[in-house]
């Protein structure tokens, strides 16, 4: 590692350290701006952001199903980067059923809705250094008629002052495999979703996701993810690069078809409180 490297890291390291956490009372008030977590997703993994009790958000995802890599750099700006092609989208909604708690309902374009479920157990505070939340959900294809995937999961977080937020998530999820009648090794597949986002300006992130499968059905490539976003009010841009188009728990465990296929899409979410 060079002067200039190792500089420039310590650097980072010691404005992270050196920035002034968020006051007790800003951290257990659930209608105040966290900024390291200004919104309840990374990309397409969840976080540990709490909604109000009666408050609501709405989030729309979208993947351009055209991949970058098709084509010379031509191809790619005749197609808008991949603008004119299909896409894959998600509609969803979220509220606050109780303190600390959210449900929540998401469907995509291939007709597959999930339900699903949040709930905070451990607040990051004066004594705690993490935030855990336990999150279900459970989806079906064909506007859940069919193809029934639940899945269980935590959500172990750590914000650092206002710059930053990492987060772990171990994550299980049933009836992963599409065709279990012709692979019947697994049915099932144990991921650990990885994530971070970090705080480049006043209102401006860049966010990366990955989920690895530790164990199970394992098609495909693990789900891997980068962003930049921009905060607005109650309103977050996002404009995201993925090897996947998964954005429900059973799609994400899938992973994407291949390494060599990355797709553009964004994500523009609203908080209503």
Do not use: C
């Not at 310590?10 to 900024?35: H, N, R």
């Not at 279900?136 to 002052?161: C, L, M, Q, W, Y």
């Not at 998530?169 to 009836?175: L, Y």
């Amino acid at each position: 590692m060079t002067r200039s490297m190792t500089f420039s890291l310590s650097l980072a390291v010691a404005l992270l350290l050196l920035s002034a956490p968020p006051s007790f009372a800003q951290e257990t008030d659930d209608e105040a701006l966290k900024p390291a977590e200004p919104d309840f997703t990374l990309i397409s993994l969840p976080t540990a952001l709490r909604l109000p009790k009666y408050k609501s958000a709405f989030r729309v995802t979208h993947r351009f199903t055209r991949p970058l890599g098709s084509g010379d750099f031509g191809d790619l700006v005749a197609d808008l980067f991949g603008i004119d092609s299909g896409a894959a989208i998600g509609l969803e909604y979220r509220f606050g059923i109780v303190p600390s708690g959210q449900i929540g309902i998401h469907r995509t374009n291939n007709r597959t809705i999930e339900f699903f479920g949040e709930y905070g157990l451990v607040r990051q505070g004066q004594r705690l250094p993490l935030e855990i939340a336990v999150l279900a959900s459970v989806e079906g294809t064909n506007n859940f008629k069919d193809n029934k995937s639940p899945a269980i999961g935590a959500i172990i977080s750590r914000r650092v002052g206002a710059q930053a937020a990492f987060y772990v998530e171990p994550i299980w999820v049933n009836n992963s495999n599409p065709l279990p009648k012709q692979v019947v090794d697994h049915n099932d597949t144990f991921m650990i979703g990885l994530g971070t986002r970090i705080r480049v300006r006043p209102t401006v992130y860049l966010v990366a996701e990955a989920s690895p499968r530790a164990s199970g059905f394992k098609d495909g490539v693990n789900h891997a993810s980068f962003a930049i976003e921009k905060r607005a009010g109650g309103h977050q841009f996002q404009l995201n690069f993925s090897d996947s188009f998964g954005t429900t728990m059973a799609q994400i465990a899938r992973g994407g078809s291949s390494s060599k296929d990355w797709y553009m899409g964004f994500n523009i979410s609203r908080k209503f409180f």
